[in-house]
């Protein structure tokens, strides 16, 4: 699905990745991890093709990066699902209309898709706030929201960007089941966290493989997390 094979970033000092390689496997779940600033952000650009290696190779479904014509990148970015940091809504849309942003820029029939949109909203338990504009959200609902707008092209992967980064662990453990769900349902799944406890919980549900960043490179993280 997404394959990096000795891949380097550098955004133009020294470098900041270097000599990583990983293939993600279909329906993997994986956690990513490491101090802040070790490149967490920027290894996840990489692997939806935001950034191409300044070396190495990152293949997207089979085809290089770098031979991928601005076509082939919007086709993969449709099946790669991002929660990004920041969220990045539209704030004077409702969260019912951020949540189908994608549906509208790649054309497809809002109308035949409203009964998923609303499906989509419900499992993620903003039903009640669809109508409410992303200024009016709490931290948890925006993120939820964020999920679903990630989700609603029905992508393959989903890389989640701290995704928990500014919510209690009620909610956090909220995000993970969804997370989990859609695990369950057959997507590869890669989150970014600083939160040890909440991929410490997520053992006793998921088997999930934890990577981390550090001088550069990425390693498997011990089993004393
Ligand atoms: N567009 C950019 N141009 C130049 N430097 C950048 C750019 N984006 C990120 N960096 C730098 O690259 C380094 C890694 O950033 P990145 O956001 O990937 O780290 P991170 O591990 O995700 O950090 P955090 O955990 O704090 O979110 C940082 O020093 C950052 O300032």
Redesign the pocket.
């Known amino acids: 699905m997404i394959e990096l094979e000795n891949v380097a970033y550098s ?2 000092g020294g470098d ?1 990745l270097s000599n990583i390689s990983l293939e993600l496997q279909p329906g993997s779940f994986h956690f990513l991890t ?1 101090p ?8 996840l650009k990489l692997c939806y093709g935001a950034l191409t290696p300044t070396s190495g190779t990152a293949r997207l479904f089979g085809t290089d990066r770098r031979e991928m014509q601005r076509d082939d990148i919007a086709l993969a970015r449709r099946r790669i699902g991002v929660v990004h ?1 920041d969220c990045r809504f539209l704030d004077h849309m409702s969260v019912a209309d951020n949540i189908a942003l994608p549906l509208m820029v790649s054309g497809r029939d809002l109308l035949g898709e409203s009964a998923n949109l609303k499906e989509l909203v419900a499992w993620v338990g903003l039903s009640e706030r669809a109508k409410a504009l992303p200024p009016e959200l709490s931290g948890g609902e925006r993120q939820r929201a964020a999920l679903a707008r990630a989700v609603i092209m029905s992508p393959d992967v989903v890389l989640a960007d ?1 995704p928990t980064g500014n919510v209690d662990w009620e909610m956090s453990q909220r995000l993970l089941r969804l997370l989990i769900e859609l695990n369950r349902m057959g997507k590869t799944i890669m989150i ?1 966290t ?1 939160d040890l406890a909440l991929i410490r919980s997520a053992k006793a549900h998921v088997q999930a493989r934890v990577l981390r ?1 550090a001088n550069r490179r990425l390693q498997l993280a011990g089993a004393d997390l």
Do not use: R
């Not at 802040?36 to 290894?43: H, I, N, Q, V, Y």
């Open positions: 955004y133009g900041l490491g802040s600033g070790a490149g967490k952000t920027t290894f940091q701290e970014a600083h960043i």
